[in-house]
C-alpha cells in the first residue's frame, strides 16, 4: 500500500467502549499479557493474533494462532473484538489499516505507519516542534562516507525499519568501520538513516496517554539504563533536576497531541546538562520503561491503555514510591526466581519490596525478555544497593 493510501485512513467517530466488551490485540507477547491482566480486572475480555501457539498474553486470554499479514486471521479477530488494539509497531499496517475499515480501531494505522520508519518518525517529530539528533537518509556508501565526515564519530547508521534492543544497528567509530556498516546494514533492503552521535548525561522516557476525548496524562519521567543496547533498569523519579522532568513530559504531550495519539506513546529521550533534551524514539504502546508503573503507581501503564483506547477517563498516573525496574533476561531468570522464592534478609534489612513480573515464556535465551523486577524502596538508591547485593546482574 503507498504512504498516500496508508496516511489519508481517516478514523471512525470515537466510542466509548464499555467493561464486558472484548479487546482484540495484535500481538500476543508479554505487553499484550499485562495489558489483558490489567484489562481483565476491569471486566474487559482479551483476544490476540499471534502467531506463536500459546503465546504469553495467550495464557490469559482467547489467541487466534497466525501471521500477523493473515488477512483472514485479522477478520476473524475483528469479528470477535469490539475494539483493537496492537501491542508492539511492528504489526503489519496493511493488516491495521484494512481493519480500521471493517472494525473499530482507535489508535488508526497512521501512527502504526509512521513509528515503524525512523525517517518517516523523526520527521514527525519535527514536525511537532521537538527536538531530534541530526539525521541523514543514506542512500550509498559514497553519501554515508560524505555525512559521515560531516556528523564526525562516533556515529550511528541504523536500518529505517525492522530495528529494536540495538538489532539493526552500527556505531561507526573512526573511517576504518564505514565500509563494513554500509556492507552489513546495506543487506537489509530497507532505507539507511545516519544519526550524529549525542554526548548525553543521561537516558530519558516518558509515558504518555491520550483519550479520543482529548484528556492526557503523563507518567512520571523515567532514568533508563541500558546494556548492550537492552533496557537493564528504569529509575524512577530519574535522577534529573525537576525542570527537566517536567520538560520531559512536556514533550511528550506535545508529541501526543500533535501525533493525534490514541492510548499510549512511550518517548525516548536523551539530556545533555550541557544541550538539553532530544527526542530519540517514539514506541506507540504500553513499553518496557513504563513496566515500573504496575506496581508504584495509582494507575498502571496497562490500565491507562485500556482507559485510552476505549474513551474511558484516564486514572490518576501520580507515583506512590520510588521504585526501581530492572529487567530479568533468560540468563538471570534462575537464580531470580530462586532468590525470590525465599525469605530475602537484605530486602528486610533495607525495606524494599522486589515485585517480580513473570511471562511466561517457554524457552530462556540468554538475552530474552522473561520477566522483570520492580524493587520498591524508600529511595531509588535503597533500591539500586538491592539490586547490586544480589550479584544476579553485575555486569
Not at 556505531?171 to 554500509?182: D, F, S, T
Not at 524512577?236 to 495519539?261: D, F, H, K, M, Y
Not at 513499553?287 to 491503555?305: I, K, L, P, V, W
Not at 529487567?327 to 533495607?350: F, I, M, T
Request: glycine share 8%; with cysteine.
Amino acid at each position: 500500500m503507498s504512504g498516500d493510501a496508508m496516511t489519508s485512513n481517516v478514523r471512525t467517530e470515537p466510542r466509548t467502549i464499555l467493561p464486558g466488551a472484548t479487546i482484540g490485540v495484535l500481538g500476543g507477547g508479554q505487553l499484550g499479557r499485562m495489558m489483558a491482566l490489567a484489562g481483565s480486572a476491569m471486566g474487559y475480555r482479551f483476544v490476540a493474533l499471534d502467531p506463536t501457539p500459546d503465546a504469553p498474553c495467550g495464557q490469559v486470554a482467547g489467541q487466534i494462532v497466525a501471521a500477523y499479514d493473515d488477512v483472514k486471521a485479522a477478520r476473524e479477530l475483528a469479528s470477535r473484538a469490539d475494539v483493537i488494539t496492537y501491542e508492539f509497531e511492528n504489526v503489519d499496517a496493511r493488516v491495521a489499516a484494512m481493519l480500521m475499515a471493517e472494525s473499530y480501531v482507535p489508535q488508526g494505522s497512521e501512527l502504526l505507519y509512521t513509528t515503524q520508519h525512523r525517517l518517516r518518525e523523526k520527521r514527525a517529530i519535527e514536525a511537532a516542534g521537538v527536538r531530534v539528533a541530526p539525521y541523514a537518509e543514506i542512500r550509498s556508501l559514497q553519501e554515508l562516507q560524505e555525512v559521515a565526515a560531516r556528523f564526525g564519530f562516533p556515529c550511528v547508521l541504523k536500518t529505517a525499519t525492522g530495528g529494536y534492543d540495538g538489532k539493526g544497528q552500527w556505531v561507526i567509530r573512526g573511517e576504518a568501520e564505514i565500509e563494513p556498516a554500509w556492507g552489513a546494514l546495506g543487506e537489509a533492503k530497507t532505507e539507511l538513516v545516519l544519526e550524529q552521535f549525542i554526548r548525553f548525561d543521561k537516558e530519558l522516557s516518558v509515558i504518555a496517554a491520550r483519550s479520543p476525548r482529548g484528556e492526557i496524562r503523563t507518567f512520571p519521567t523515567a532514568e533508563n539504563v541500558h546494556v548492550d543496547n537492552i533496557l537493564h533498569l528504569s529509575i524512577v523519579p530519574a535522577r534529573v533536576p525537576q525542570s527537566v522532568q517536567r520538560e520531559a513530559e512536556e514533550l511528550a504531550v506535545r508529541i501526543a497531541e500533535g501525533l493525534n495519539v490514541i492510548g499510549l506513546i512511550a518517548v525516548e529521550m536523551f539530556w545533555s546538562a550541557e544541550h538539553g533534551l532530544y527526542v530519540n524514539e517514539l514506541a506507540p504502546r504500553p513499553h518496557n520503561s513504563g513496566h515500573y508503573t504496575m506496581d508504584a503507581c495509582r494507575t498502571s501503564q496497562f490500565e491507562q491503555h485500556v482507559r485510552a483506547i476505549c474513551n474511558l477517563p484516564l486514572g490518576d498516573p501520580g507515583l506512590l514510591t520510588p521504585v526501581v525496574m530492572v529487567n530479568v533476561l533468560g540468563k538471570h531468570l534462575e537464580p531470580v526466581v530462586a532468590r525470590l522464592s525465599q525469605p530475602d534478609e537484605a530486602a528486610a534489612k533495607r525495606n524494599v519490596k522486589p515485585s517480580l513480573h513473570l511471562y511466561g515464556k517457554r524457552e530462556a535465551a540468554p538475552k530474552r525478555k522473561m520477566g522483570h523486577v520492580n524493587v520498591l524502596a524508600s529511595s531509588v538508591e535503597d533500591a539500586l544497593a538491592w539490586i547490586d547485593e544480589t550479584n544476579i546482574w553485575k555486569v
